[in-house]
């Protein structure tokens, strides 16, 4: 069935380090890759999202790539600010729209 | 813009009671989608709805869940009866088709005692 495997289930860094969260995806017909941060008692709200038509995308320190091929997309945050601690959830979608989840990153950025 | 509103915020009730949170969508957004989030994990869909159409309930338990969303705008999710493991927190979220970005309310956290 369709599934997506998140790693690591936490990271801590310090303050101004590199964040690199890491996902796999099962369903090859998946074409559609968002990246969602949720902070303690709020939705999810996306933060990048990638299409399986392009292998990178970049937006100020976030940045997200793609490799259709072996299945893994990546979420990387340069420059890491204590506002960025937050749960980051990466997931999968067909054109159908309906999301499939990964478990989850919770990071920590010490100051 | 107004965001997805959901409500309540919190809600606690004994098991086999019954249960039912509000959303609103976006304005103008064909597509309405409710998630089901437990402690520590993912969001997982429950039901998506394209206007007042269901596209997917696969994962629905409907012996107990039942959902609608009368004039393609508000949808209502129930859950009767209640089981302990229904404790999470259920979000809403819409888009204006299936393909672009899906908004996510702040969502209902339910209590099962």
């Known amino acids: 069935g369709e599934n997506v495997e998140q790693h690591p289930s936490t990271l801590s860094v310090q303050e101004g380090d590199s964040a690199v969260i890491k996902c796999t995806y099962s369903?090859?017909?998946?074409?559609?890759f968002p990246w969602y941060k949720q902070e303690l008692g709020k939705g999810p709200q996306l933060i990048i999202d990638?299409?399986?038509?392009?292998g990178e995308k970049k937006d100020q320190r976030i940045a997200v790539t793609l490799n259709k091929t072996a299945k893994h997309f990546s979420l990387h945050i340069t420059e890491t600010q204590p506002e960025d601690s937050a749960v980051y959830f990466c997931?999968?979608?067909?054109?159908?729209?309906?999301?499939?989840f990964g478990q989850g990153t919770t990071l920590q950025v010490k100051p | 813009e107004a965001g997805v509103a959901q409500s309540p915020r919190y809600k606690i009730i004994e098991k086999r009671q019954s249960v039912a949170f509000w959303c609103n969508p976006i304005?103008?957004?064909?597509?309405l989608y409710w998630y089901q989030q437990i402690l520590g994990q993912g969001p997982k869909l429950l039901i998506q709805?394209?206007?007042?159409?269901?596209?997917?309930d696969s994962q629905l338990p409907k012996d107990r869940f039942s959902a609608e969303r009368l004039k393609g705008v508000d949808s209502t999710l129930k859950i009767q009866p209640a089981k302990l493991e229904d404790s999470a927190v259920y979000l809403c979220?819409?888009?204006?088709?299936?393909?672009?970005?899906?908004?996510f309310g702040q969502g209902t956290r339910l209590t099962v005692v």
């Open positions: 979220a819409s888009s204006t088709t299936g393909l672009t970005e899906a908004f």
């Open positions: 369903d090859s017909a998946s074409n559609y």
């Open positions: 990638i299409r399986s038509n392009v």
């Open positions: 997931a999968a979608s067909k054109s159908t729209g309906k999301l499939i």
């Open positions: 304005s103008g957004h064909a597509t």
């Open positions: 709805f394209q206007n007042n159409g269901v596209v997917d």
